[in-house]
């Protein structure tokens, strides 16, 4: 009978996640002795059904591991039961087992059993400590607490983005208090992608009129985030100096510090380089006169006259703030518009434009943007954006989000 | 010509990176699909840099098709695909024959806009406008 047999107690050590280890894997099971016969073996494995692998353990070494599926087919061939039964059980053990040290973390131990060449993942491996035996593990647990390992991660990843998240928000919060104050019929979207995101608005307020900024930083992301508050801070504080009347002369401005800051200017070696920038529409509002004078990298602005039938997108300048292909000393150009009472001025980043959707899997493009800015014209600008959100998230439908979206728009008072 | 022994560069289209076609033996560039893998100048870098090495083996006698089927791609890959574009232009300014196969859905203003800012950037390729409903 398997008088040797014994029960290896659990190990309840369950610390934090990443202090885990193989020895957290072991199972308690019968082990058998060298010496035991295929006869206890055969016994053991009626006896507890569940049983994989059973270890062969003399004292506290390891000799082994008999695998149930391997044993009972040996034993099912002819005489063997009979030949066999009185014999020393590691007739049929496999000699060389997946053997590995309690201390191994469980992402080398996960690679071990991956890589064995004994089928460790289904018939289980043997877990030692300083060469004793300390108990048997399962690939399905090894599986089931490398997935825990990977969300608690994953959970601490994220949780540092949502608070990254309230800072980003934080600093666009004033902004939006600044618009809605001085044009109390506008409406800001701001959807970033990954919780945080490369996009951003600024909003100043002077006594002459309000300094309105959509950027587009490369990226999208915890990068993308990083680079809108270099941005940010940097545009705030060429706000203090430059006319905010001048935007194009803020783009450059602009484009003059994102340049030095990332170190664009001198010859580092490529790849150590960075080559990142924003696309952006500058507006400075003047208010009493209503004229709006714009400037931008890559971002048109749209505008909806009172009159017009459609709205009209006006291009800027094709070439990005920033970026090592961007000269030092770009100028940027100014361009004027008259406005009336109750026109409509939008700006959107081409996450909004150029995100695929629609039956046709292709992007939901400018011409349907002005489509509906006409169908919502007589709405308040919050009602009118809540429809363009709405529009855009039934034309995504199933489709991945691409890029961060933003969108501003106003009705000029 | 280096040509004979370049080998031809296939990679194929994943969620966010572009089909990449590239058979240097018969001049035929194609791309197609989505661009907007995270690290867009890690995925273009080694891409340039054979399509560098196999312009730098192209003269007046050849003629190299490049057919582009892109429906999405955002900034930092139009980046790269600009690089491309030059690189591209350039070697049809000494005298190769580019000719650039713009594909694209009649419906899409976005990727249609984008082909025309092309055709005015880069004059040296021949330029062929394609909408064609899939």
Redesign the interface.
Known sequence: MATSSQITPIIRSFGQAEMQCAANLCRPVPTVASTDTNATVRDLFDQHRELISLPVVDGTRVRGLIKRHTFQSEMAKPFRQELHEHKSCVAFMDRQPLVIEADTSLERTAKLVADSQTNALADGFLVVRDNEFLGIGFGLDLMGKVADLQEAKNRQIMQSIDYASVIQRAMLQTSQEVLKAELPNSAIVWQPRDTVGGDFFQCAKFDQGVFIAMGDCTGHGVPGAFMTLISSSWLAQALERDDPANPAQLLGTLNHKIKQSLGQIGSRAVGEQSDDGLDALFMWINLRDRVVTYAGARMPLHVLSVGAEMASTHETDRVGVGYVATPIDYRWTNRTLSLQQNDLLYAATDGLTDQIGGPRNISFGKRRLRQLLHDYREMPAPVQADAIVQAHVEYQGQHRRRDDVSLICLRVP | MNDATMENLYLPAT?DSPEVDFRFDAHELTLKG?S?PENA?AFY?SIMRQLNDYLAGCDESTTIKVDIAL??F???ST?MLFAFFEALNSAAERGVHVVLNWH??P?????G?FGS?LRDDFSALEFRDLPTA?
């Not at chain 2, 419906?107 to 990727?111: M, P, R």
């Open positions: 969620a989505e907007y100048a870098g429906i999405y955002n900034s930092s980046k694209y859905d419906e899409d203003d976005t990727i806009d800012e899939s």
